[in-house]
């Protein structure tokens, strides 16, 4: 079992930037992907960004395509988001995610079962208007 802490979550103004961070502990990945997924007030958990752990094949939603970018260290087992031009919007819980099952070409259409997933315990970013 993996073990996800996100960190870098916070209180940012409208066209500001943040990046999030995802520490994964507990089994080193070799295969599927991370990623991330979050949760407005009043909505339902939406998926955001995700990236294979080996090669490089990164993949967004459309709310976010051209402002958040995905990357990671394997070295140090973490994930990052770099969150730029944020909107009022993308207020929300933001949650990271990983599956050794699924590669990331499969989280944008839904394929992976949410509980398929092991998920870190969320970090709230709020951006002000």
Avoid: H
Avoid at 8 to 20: E, M, N, Y
Avoid at 32 to 50: C, H, I, N
């Amino acid at each position: 079992q993996v073990q996800l802490v996100e960190s870098g979550g916070g209180l940012v103004q409208a066209g500001g930037s943040l990046r999030l961070s995802c520490a994964a502990s507990g089994r080193t990945l070799s295969s599927g992907a991370m990623g991330w997924f979050r949760q407005p007030p009043g909505k339902e958990r939406e998926f955001v960004a995700t990236i294979s752990w080996s090669g490089n094949n990164p993949d967004y939603s459309d709310s976010v395509k051209g402002r958040f970018t995905i990357s990671r260290d394997n070295a140090k087992n973490t994930v990052y988001l770099q969150m730029n031009s944020l909107k009022p919007e993308d207020t929300a819980v933001y949650y990271c995610a990983a599956s050794e099952m699924y590669g990331s070409a499969w989280w944008r259409v839904g394929a992976p079962p949410f509980d398929s997933y092991s998920w870190g315990k969320g970090t709230l970013v709020t951006v002000s208007s």
